[in-house]
């Protein structure tokens, strides 16, 4: 079945960076489009960025354009987000997510992973 893992969140200050990482498994991965959404306590879950893995085309966030990069590893099944410039409004959960369709999965359907939390202080 579909297991989305995501890794590498924590506390930063203002400015700093983070890096995070979804490790995927259980489909043709460069079938999918992968992605990331957040969701902060007491918000709607907010789409950040996603991929379409088979030519790389990527789609992000007018909140994160220019600060964060979304990346692909196909041989090792893996989507990663390069944060930067972070700012305390990006303090959210952070969520792997992937659909064979891009456009509902840019609009919050698909499989997710346990999510993993991004504080910047």
């Known amino acids: 079945q579909v297991q989305l893992v995501e890794s590498g969140g924590g506390s930063v200050q203002a400015g700093g960076s983070l890096r995070l990482a979804c490790a995927a498994s259980?489909?043709?991965?460069?079938?999918?489009?992968m992605g990331w959404f957040r969701q902060s306590p007491g918000k709607e879950r907010e789409r950040v960025a996603l991929i379409t893995t088979y030519n790389g085309a990527t789609r992000y966030a007018d909140s994160v354009k220019g600060r964060f990069t979304i990346s692909q590893d196909n041989a090792a099944n893996m989507v990663s987000l390069q944060m930067n410039s972070l700012e305390p409004e990006d303090t959210a959960k952070y969520y792997c997510a992937a659909h064979d369709s891009c456009y509902l999965m840019w609009n919050g359907y698909g499989r997710w992973g346990q999510g993993t939390q991004v504080t910047v202080s």
């Open positions: 259980g489909f043709r991965f460069q079938s999918y489009c």
